[in-house]
C-alpha cells in the first residue's frame, strides 16, 4: 500500500514539472507569433527613391556674342575733296582710308586732320540702295535721319565722346537716281586729342539719306592718326 502511495506521488510529481515546462514554451510561442488586427499594416515599407539622370544634348547650340565688324583699308571714293592742311607744329593726320561694312553698305573714314585745338574730318557713306533711301514726300518724319543723330561723334580710347560743331561744314550726295548711292560729309570738331592718343573711333548713331527702318544703326569705324613726316 504504501509502495502504491509513493509511486502515485511520484507520477503527480512529474506530470506538474512537465505541465511547468511546458508552459513557458508555450508562452515563448505566443510571443514569437504575430498578432493581426483587421486594417493594420503589419509592416511599415520605407520608399527610397532612384536618382534621375539627366544628360545635356550633344547638339546645343552655344550663344554667340555679335561682334563688331573690323575696319579695313579702303581707297578714296572719288569726287571727294581734299581738306587743305595748314602744316603746324604737332600737327596729325589720318594713317590711312578705312570702313566698315555693314549690309552691303560701308562707312569709310577718308581724311583726319588734327590740329592742337581743332580737329578736320571727312567720311563717306557708300552703296546705300535706293530702296533703303528716306523720300521726304512720301515717307513718315519720324522715319528720318536727321540733326545731331546724323552727326558723327569721336570716342577716345578712355571712352570720352567728342562731339562735332552742331553743323555740316560740307556735304554731298552722288549717284542719287543710281540703285547705289554714294554721300561724302565734312564735320568739325574743336577740341584738343592729348599726344599720347593715337586710336580712335567714328561713331554714327544713323545714315542722313536712308530710312531708320531700313539702314543698318549704331556704326562705329576705329582709325589711327600719325603725325606729319
Aim: glycine share 4%.
Amino acid at each position: 500500500m504504501r509502495q502504491i502511495f509513493l509511486v502515485l506521488i511520484c507520477c503527480f510529481s512529474l506530470t506538474v514539472m512537465g505541465a511547468c515546462s511546458a508552459a513557458p514554451a508555450a508562452a515563448t510561442n505566443m510571443e514569437a507569433t504575430p498578432t493581426r488586427e483587421t486594417g493594420t499594416t503589419e509592416s511599415t515599407l520605407t520608399a527610397t527613391s532612384t536618382p534621375t539622370l539627366t544628360s545635356t544634348p550633344a547638339n546645343t547650340p552655344t550663344a554667340v556674342t555679335p561682334t563688331v565688324p573690323a575696319a579695313f583699308p579702303i581707297a578714296t571714293m572719288e569726287n571727294v575733296p581734299t581738306l587743305s592742311a595748314y602744316q603746324t607744329y604737332g600737327m596729325r593726320l589720318l594713317e590711312e582710308p578705312v570702313g566698315v561694312t555693314r549690309a552691303g553698305i560701308t562707312v569709310a573714314v577718308e581724311q583726319v586732320n588734327v590740329y592742337a585745338n581743332q580737329v578736320e574730318l571727312v567720311y563717306t557713306v557708300r552703296n546705300i540702295p535706293q530702296d533703303d533711301l528716306f523720300d521726304p514726300m512720301g515717307d513718315d518724319n519720324s522715319l528720318s535721319c536727321g540733326g545731331p543723330d546724323s552727326y558723327p561723334n569721336l570716342i577716345l580710347p578712355d571712352g570720352t565722346v567728342i562731339f562735332p560743331e552742331n553743323y555740316l561744314l560740307d556735304g554731298k550726295a552722288s549717284d542719287i537716281f543710281q540703285p547705289l548711292v554714294n554721300s561724302y560729309l565734312i564735320h568739325v570738331y574743336q577740341t584738343t586729342i592729348p599726344d599720347e592718343i593715337t586710336d580712335l573711333t567714328l561713331a554714327l548713331h544713323c545714315l542722313e539719306l536712308a530710312r531708320l527702318d531700313s539702314a543698318p544703326l549704331n556704326w562705329e569705324v576705329p582709325f589711327r592718326i600719325v603725325g606729319v613726316k
